[in-house]
């Protein structure tokens, strides 16, 4: 297909480390001096990312690409499916959303996607020298074989030489190594190079062992034994690794920290948002679900959503409706993310159905706001500055980025006033308001993620929720930059896989004519 050559990492199941472990492989051939790019032909997830050019891709491959110091761009990812129900997905393809499709249709859809897939894996080849890929789940789901586009179908396609990881945190990994590959067929077997045991904890040296028994059983190479860590923070997309998450709190927190919760909505999207409130020692970050619990936080954010009226539907069922305004009543305050922010308005329409058969459903009445869904998708990158007066704190006169991915259009109907005014879209000039806030500035939303990546945007948040609750937050550095703490993580991460893994014997293997 191409002079580059592809690295694919497997897995025996979900969230066993693909993901981190393609990233750590992307910063370690970039640090390296190879150019390298990331590829998944298709994942799901409702945590995307909007690229420069306005196009939607999934959050790993954002990752990976920022890891191998690469602008992310769609042909890294050019099937993507969000779950919009328990039985379908809206179907994004190269960047834009082109249905929503059930599985049996989506399955026959599949074949028109092949070509698509694999121009997009060509481009980055004649870029790039290496290519370091990811399957999806399991790659010896032998029901789905027939369907096959992300595993071994994929790794044919590109020539790629894969390697099987397994997850020992989770026990079982004899089985679920040894069980993968005598499921796979001779010919695929033949491209497994070796294993990768992830997230042990404890002593490497007390499984040396069972490196052994893997090796005699399989007849490939166990190339490493990655330990378990909590020291690097990378961004997540799995609902696995978000059910993680569900009631914890950090553990590394100053004394009298701010208390943030995050409603965990059934179909919450984008909850990287609130990665560098995990970072920050300032905050004790807690998704929850259930109502009685929501007494106990300083502030409460609700995220972002791929299905608003079903998941505003789930919140007035549940009873986090009535939670959300007792709390707001009782002096709380409460934040809107993009459907989340749809959520707090006064009423929700959808007459086309776009996102569900309900026609309307009222909202949370905690903003003076009407939505209304259409079917053309905004997804754009931008830069906004601050109307101020919408604020009840003070902001510094930076420029703030982020970027949308929404269906509705929000007007105020009422006391609530505009927050941000984007003066750029996908590079363009504009000038166009977002966001509303009520007067008391404890209840305001906004279209815009990645709002909190914004420093000084964050420390004044954290300042006035703090200020609220009788709470001194500390101010940090004006140097500190979450974007450079990232950047960090990828060389941590990268120095450890290093540590761990025959990157060397990989490295030749791959580059053997």
Not at 421 to 443: C, F, S, T, W
Request: aromatic share 8%; with cysteine; hydrophobic share 40%.
């Amino acid at each position: 297909m191409s002079s580059a050559k592809s690295l694919m990492f497997l897995g025996t199941g979900s969230d066993v480390g693909k993901s981190v472990l393609a990233a750590a492989f992307c910063r370690i051939f970039k640090n390296k001096g190879y150019r390298v790019a990331p590829f998944k032909a298709q994942n799901m997830a409702l945590n995307s990312f909007i690229t420069p050019q306005g196009g939607e891709m999934g959050r790993a491959q954002v990752v990976q690409a920022e890891a191998a110091g690469l602008e992310p761009h769609v042909d890294m990812n050019p099937v993507l499916l969000k779950p919009t129900s328990q039985m379908g997905s809206q179907v994004i393809v190269l960047g834009r959303a082109i249905g929503n499709f059930s599985a049996k249709d989506y399955y026959e859809y599949k074949k028109e996607l092949v070509p698509i897939v694999r121009g997009a894996f060509e481009r980055l080849c004649a870029q790039n020298d290496l290519i370091v890929m990811e399957g999806a789940g399991s790659a010896v789901e032998l029901n789905l074989k027939e369907h096959d586009l992300v595993n071994m179908a994929m790794a044919e396609m590109a020539g790629a030489k894969c390697i099987l990881v397994g997850d020992i945190d989770r026990g079982g990994i004899f089985a679920a190594l040894l069980g993968s590959f005598s499921l796979l067929e001779n010919g695929e077997r033949d491209r497994i190079i070796g294993f990768i045991v992830n997230k042990l904890r404890g002593d490497p040296r007390l499984f040396e062992d069972g490196v052994q028994i893997l090796q005699s059983r399989s007849g490939v190479p166990v190339f490493g034994v990655v330990p378990y860590f909590d020291n690097i923070s990378l961004p997540e997309e799995d609902s696995v690794a978000l059910g993680r998450r569900m009631g914890e709190a950090h553990t590394k927190t100053a004394p009298g920290a701010v208390r943030i919760g995050i409603v965990r909505l059934p179909f919450i999207s984008n909850y990287t948002d609130f990665d560098p409130f995990e970072r920050d020692p300032r905050v004790d970050l807690v998704y929850f679900d259930r109502p009685a619990q929501i007494f106990g936080f300083d502030a409460v954010i609700i995220p972002g959503s791929k299905n608003t009226i079903e998941d505003l539907a789930a919140m007035r069922k549940d009873g986090m409706a009535d939670a959300l305004s007792a709390f707001h009543k009782s002096g709380g305050a409460v934040v809107g993310l993009c459907g989340g922010y749809q959520m707090m308005g006064t009423m929700v329409r959808d007459p086309l159905g776009i996102e569900s058969s309900l026609e309307s459903i009222p909202g949370l009445g905690l903003l003076d706001m009407e939505t209304e869904m259409y079917p053309e998708k905004i997804t754009s990158q931008v830069e906004a500055s601050v109307i101020s007066e919408s604020l009840p704190f003070p902001m510094p006169r930076q420029m703030l980025s982020g970027y949308e991915i929404h269906m509705g259009r929000s007007v105020s109907s009422g006391e609530a006033k505009a927050l941000f005014r984007i003066v750029r879209r996908e590079g363009k000039a504009v000038d166009m308001e977002d966001g509303l806030a009520q007067p008391d500035g404890r209840a305001w939303g906004t279209y815009i993620h990645g709002i909190f990546d914004n420093d000084g945007f964050r420390n004044m948040f954290l300042e006035d929720v703090g200020r609220r609750s009788g709470k001194i937050v500390a101010p940090v550095s004006d140097s500190f930059s979450f974007r450079l703490w990232k950047d960090e993580q990828y060389d941590k991460l990268a120095e450890l896989v290093s540590k761990h893994v025959d990157v060397a014997r990989i490295l030749d293997i791959l580059l053997k004519p």
